[in-house]
């Protein structure tokens, strides 16, 4: 069965830090571009960053440059993205993707939530 499963999310306090786990099964991560996503209700689903699956050029989104940082660890067949210095403004279900040509997977997604 194909299918990317998140995991990290939780309830931190700001200036705390996250680390966002995605995994893969049924398919290999080495030759696709993964991204991840946020979204908060009534809101439309915002890119946070990817990483290129040829060259492991990585892109942030201007509001979390300097403090996110996405990563592959392809031994084991899954993506991370470590969140630093947490805003309230970062809250939102994180969800990750996977990009190959036609082929796009989209995981089901982690809360992030953050607040005193």
């Known amino acids: 069965q194909v299918q990317l499963v998140e995991s990290g999310g939780g309830l931190v306090q700001p200036g705390g830090s996250l680390r966002l786990s995605c995994e893969a099964s049924?398919?290999?991560?080495?030759?696709?571009?993964i991204g991840w996503f946020r979204q908060v209700p009534g809101k439309e689903r915002e890119g946070v960053s990817c990483?290129?699956?040829?060259?492991?050029?990585?892109y942030y989104a201007d509001s979390v440059k300097g403090r996110f940082t996405i990563s592959r660890e392809l031994a084991k067949n899954r993506a991370h993205l470590q969140m630093n210095n947490l805003q309230p403004a970062d809250t939102a279900v994180y969800y990750c993707?996977?990009?190959?040509?036609?082929?796009?997977?989209w995981g089901r997604g982690t809360q992030v939530t953050v607040s005193s």
């Open positions: 049924g398919f290999t991560l080495d030759y696709y571009t």
């Open positions: 993707k996977a990009v190959w040509g036609r082929r796009d997977y």
């Open positions: 990483i290129s699956n040829s060259d492991g050029n990585t």
